[in-house]
């Protein structure tokens, strides 16, 4: 479930990306009219001091990519890393309660079997599916959970007993883990102070071009199309289950035999 102040993780980047376009292209066209105006006064003095402060924006646009593409690359790969941490976890599940003792091995197998299509289903994508994704989850673990307590009622030492109990108890920790990693976000005022810089960056260097009477409308618009589109990559990165990046089920996949 995403946080009502992350609202920018439910917008689509359809409208994301055409909406800071603009932005950055407006910041852009007043810098450019505010450097013409203060031309036309006769306050062109400034181009030094101004391209300093373009210069540092510009440095502070690049330090804060790098940091936040760091950050979305790296829950990214989190995220990946436990859909195959939760593929061997079930995986080892399965295997052990064939060591069981009938009936329980026949009915952990079954179990485990709708436990790991219910897995499967994560990649959905419709409104509320990934909480009802994860109570379907906690309500089949709870059944296995009820067949562990059974198979140790029946004898408490057995080590094939106490394998499964482990591996069922391994599978809960995978649920929280997942839900943990796709709820962590780079914080969206991350987010909006690089936009907030890169529109002072773009404003500054259309203030310059102003006061030399020039009109950087291919510039511009070729370092806002460019700008805007870094950082959607980066928001499209720390979306798990949204836009053109996405986390891979395919280790979930390949317990069914669909390896793709």
Known sequence: MIAATEWLYGVSQWI?????????LTSAWLGQR???????????????????????ALGLVTLMISFTF????????????????????????????EMLPRPQADVAAGI?????KVRLTV??????????IAA???????????????????DSRSIPNGLFIQAVNDLEDMVEKRLTADRSHVPEAVFLLLYLLAAAALGLNGYKAGLGGG???????????????????????????????????QPLHNLTGDVK
């Open 16 to 24: 994301v990306f055409p909406v800071s376009v603009a932005a950055l």
């Open 112 to 116: 485990l079997d709708d436990y790991l």
């Open 70 to 97: 760091s950050v979305a690359v790296s829950r990214y790969d989190t995220r990946k890393a436990f859909v195959l941490e939760e593929a061997l976890a079930l995986g080892t599940a399965r295997n052990r309660a």
């Open 123 to 132: 990649e959905d994508r419709g409104p509320g599916a990934q909480r009802q």
């Open 136 to 154: 379907q989850s906690m309500e089949l673990q709870r059944r296995l959970w009820d067949q562990a307590v059974a198979v140790a009622a029946l």
């Open 215 to 249: 009109r950087p409308a291919t510039a511009s618009i070729v370092a806002s199309l460019l700008l805007a589109a870094v950082i959607l990559q980066i928001q499209d990165f720390d979306r798990p289950r949204r836009g053109l990046i996405t986390v891979s089920q």
């Open 34 to 56: 505010a450097g013409l105006h203060s031309a036309a006064r006769g306050r062109d003095d400034r181009s030094g001091a101004i391209g300093t402060l373009q210069g540092t």
